[in-house]
């Protein structure tokens, strides 16, 4: 299962953290990533965090570098996607999932395919 919160409306250059509870991936390496959808545009990845072997790696979109950050909370299953200097252009619907893995990969992956499990997603949207 997987539920994201988090959205709201933002002023240009505002902040918002958006979180993801995953639950119930027991076997397996698990990918969680963030991914968005504009109107009219194609869903896209955001960011992704997966640990193996105790080493935590991240992966980010060339339009969020330096303004999203992507962390996890392993007691409370949460992860979540810091959001900076928010842009108009960022306005969306913001999807957290999850894909999993029967080995381990050296970095997180952010393409669509790989991801079975969906939220609801949550309206980010930043006004001019």
């Known amino acids: 299962q997987v539920v994201e919160s988090g959205g709201g409306l933002v002023q240009d250059g505002g902040s918002l953290r958006l979180s993801c509870a995953a639950s119930?991936?027991?076997?397996?390496?698990?990918?969680i990533g963030w991914f968005r959808q504009a109107p009219g545009k194609e869903r896209e990845g955001v960011s992704c965090?997966?640990?193996?072997?105790?080493?935590?790696?991240?992966n980010y979109a060339d339009s969020v570098k330096g303004r999203f950050t992507i962390s996890r909370d392993n007691a409370k299953n949460l992860v979540y996607l810091q959001m900076n200097r928010l842009k108009p252009e960022d306005t969306a619907v913001y999807y957290c999932?999850?894909?999993?893995?029967?080995?381990?990969?050296?970095?997180?992956?952010?393409?669509?395919?790989?991801?079975?499990?969906w939220g609801q997603g949550t309206q980010v949207t930043v006004s001019s």
């Open positions: 999932a999850a894909a999993t893995f029967t080995t381990a990969q050296a970095m997180c992956d952010m393409k669509l395919f790989r991801y079975d499990y």
């Open positions: 119930g991936f027991l076997l397996g390496y698990v990918h």
């Open positions: 965090i997966q640990t193996s072997g105790g080493i935590t790696s991240t």
